[in-house]
Structures are given as structure tokens and as C-alpha cells.
């Protein structure tokens, strides 16, 4: 079983739609980030949470530390929404106490139809 | 800098060669993470530095391959005798960690494209 699972792992939505993207992990964590990756590959941090929720425009972030437990929620989706998705964990490494791997999720993969 | 810079942005070599991949972090970012990206495949974590800290360095998938960084400055991620399941993309991220369980966000490159003939 992955660390860190993300589901779906594709999903089509149509314009306006609201679409969630969930995220479960199974190791303690000191932070969860989720990530976007557009065609061509590069990567732009969207949020990073310890607790809570944030909301940044359209976008909403929600983790549940006791359910071990993320949802990425974007309202109002849009065709320049479409890109893949990763949850990341840092996690409390193996050689030392403060070192944090840093484990993915394999992505959720947004097409929004216009 | 202004991001997160690395190169070269495009590799191509041969079998067996070495290669050197560097990564500029942003200035004053305790924290930097290397990991690749194989084709149509998710991120693999390789190693992590965390400033003078011993690094974990347990993604590294074998011995060939190795890192270095010098305090908060530039690392570099070596890969000796390539070989052809070595060809991903090595992506470096940064962040300023101040101290547990405070982290920070993370800054990506926009990767080095490697390819092993």
C-alpha cells in the first residue's frame, strides 16, 4: 500500500463544474502540500497545511489530521484548470529525526472540457 | 535568484557515462529535495538536505548515484555510469524550514531533462 494515495486518478469535468480531489496518507506527517503540474512539467506549490483549510481564489484545501485525510476543491473549474494534481507528505525521515522525506501521491489527472 | 534554477535543462548522453545535474536554490532556503520524474510515471523522492544536518538519502535508487550540497548553497546530484532507466526528469525543490513541525513552502525548477542513449 503507497504512503500516500490520491483519488481519482482521472477525472473530466465540465466547465463550472466543482471538482474534488482527495488524498489519504498513512504515516505521520508534518506537512501535506498539494502541487500542480502542468503539460511540459513544471510544478507550482498551490498549498502547504498542517491544519485546517486556506483558500486561495477558486481553489480550497481542507485536511482532517486525525482521518489522515486532504481534499482539494476547485470551484467554478476551468479549461486552464487542466493539469495533474499531486498531494505531497514531508514526513520525519528514517536517518535522522528532523530530516522530512518528501512522498507523492501519483496524481490526479484534471481535464476540464470547455 | 529570483526561483528556483537548475541545469543543464536538457541532457543527452551515453550509457555509461557520468553526469553532473546542479540546482541553485532560492538564496537563504534551508531545505532542498531532489527527485525525478520518469515518463508517464509519478515523483520519486531521492534525497533531502536540510542545512548542516546529516542528509536522508534514502531515495536513492543505488549506489551510482550521489549528491552533495554545501550548506545552504548549491547542490549537485551525480550519476555515475548511467544507464538507460536512469533517463527522467531530476527536479529540485527548495524551501526555509525554520524549525519542526514548522515547515515551509516548497519552490520547484523546472528540472533537468535527462536522456541515456
Given at each position: 500500500k503507497n504512503e500516500v494515495e490520491q483519488s481519482p486518478q482521472n477525472l473530466t469535468a465540465q466547465e463550472g463544474e466543482f471538482i474534488t480531489i482527495n488524498c489519504s496518507y498513512s504515516v505521520g506527517i508534518s506537512a501535506l502540500h498539494w502541487l500542480q503540474q502542468h503539460p511540459g512539467g513544471g510544478i507550482v506549490s498551490l498549498f502547504m497545511l498542517s491544519s485546517g483549510?486556506?483558500?486561495?481564489?477558486r481553489l480550497i484545501a481542507?485536511?482532517?489530521?486525525?482521518?489522515?485525510?486532504s481534499s482539494l476543491h476547485i470551484t467554478a473549474s476551468?479549461?486552464?484548470?487542466?493539469?495533474?494534481?499531486?498531494?505531497?507528505?514531508?514526513?520525519?525521515?528514517?536517518?535522522?529525526?528532523?530530516?522530512?522525506?518528501?512522498?507523492f501521491g501519483s496524481g490526479t489527472q484534471l481535464t476540464v472540457l470547455p | 535568484?529570483?526561483?528556483?534554477s537548475q541545469s543543464p535543462s536538457n541532457k543527452v548522453t551515453e550509457k555509461g557515462k557520468d553526469v553532473e545535474l546542479r540546482c541553485d536554490p532560492i538564496s537563504g532556503h534551508t531545505a532542498l529535495y531532489w527527485y525525478r520524474q520518469r515518463l508517464g510515471q509519478g515523483l520519486e523522492f531521492l534525497i533531502y538536505f536540510q542545512g548542516n544536518s546529516a542528509p536522508d538519502k534514502s531515495g536513492l535508487p543505488s549506489d551510482r548515484f550521489s549528491a552533495e550540497r554545501t550548506g545552504e548553497s548549491v547542490s549537485t546530484l551525480t550519476i555515475q555510469r548511467t544507464q538507460q532507466e536512469d533517463s527522467a526528469v531530476y527536479l529540485c525543490a527548495s524551501a526555509h524550514y525554520t524549525s519542526y513541525p514548522n515547515t515551509g513552502?516548497?519552490?520547484?525548477?523546472?528540472?533537468?531533462?535527462?536522456?541515456?542513449?
Amino acid at each position: 500500500k503507497n504512503e500516500v494515495e490520491q483519488s481519482p486518478q482521472n477525472l473530466t469535468a465540465q466547465e463550472g463544474e466543482f471538482i474534488t480531489i482527495n488524498c489519504s496518507y498513512s504515516v505521520g506527517i508534518s506537512a501535506l502540500h498539494w502541487l500542480q503540474q502542468h503539460p511540459g512539467g513544471g510544478i507550482v506549490s498551490l498549498f502547504m497545511l498542517s491544519s485546517g483549510k486556506k483558500k486561495h481564489g477558486r481553489l480550497i484545501a481542507t485536511i482532517n489530521i486525525q482521518e489522515k485525510h486532504s481534499s482539494l476543491h476547485i470551484t467554478a473549474s476551468h479549461p486552464r484548470d487542466s493539469a495533474v494534481y499531486i498531494c505531497a507528505v514531508t514526513t520525519r525521515g528514517i536517518s535522522s529525526g528532523s530530516a522530512r522525506q518528501l512522498t507523492f501521491g501519483s496524481g490526479t489527472q484534471l481535464t476540464v472540457l470547455p | 535568484g529570483a526561483g528556483v534554477s537548475q541545469s543543464p535543462s536538457n541532457k543527452v548522453t551515453e550509457k555509461g557515462k557520468d553526469v553532473e545535474l546542479r540546482c541553485d536554490p532560492i538564496s537563504g532556503h534551508t531545505a532542498l529535495y531532489w527527485y525525478r520524474q520518469r515518463l508517464g510515471q509519478g515523483l520519486e523522492f531521492l534525497i533531502y538536505f536540510q542545512g548542516n544536518s546529516a542528509p536522508d538519502k534514502s531515495g536513492l535508487p543505488s549506489d551510482r548515484f550521489s549528491a552533495e550540497r554545501t550548506g545552504e548553497s548549491v547542490s549537485t546530484l551525480t550519476i555515475q555510469r548511467t544507464q538507460q532507466e536512469d533517463s527522467a526528469v531530476y527536479l529540485c525543490a527548495s524551501a526555509h524550514y525554520t524549525s519542526y513541525p514548522n515547515t515551509g513552502e516548497l519552490f520547484f525548477g523546472e528540472g533537468s531533462r535527462l536522456t541515456v542513449l
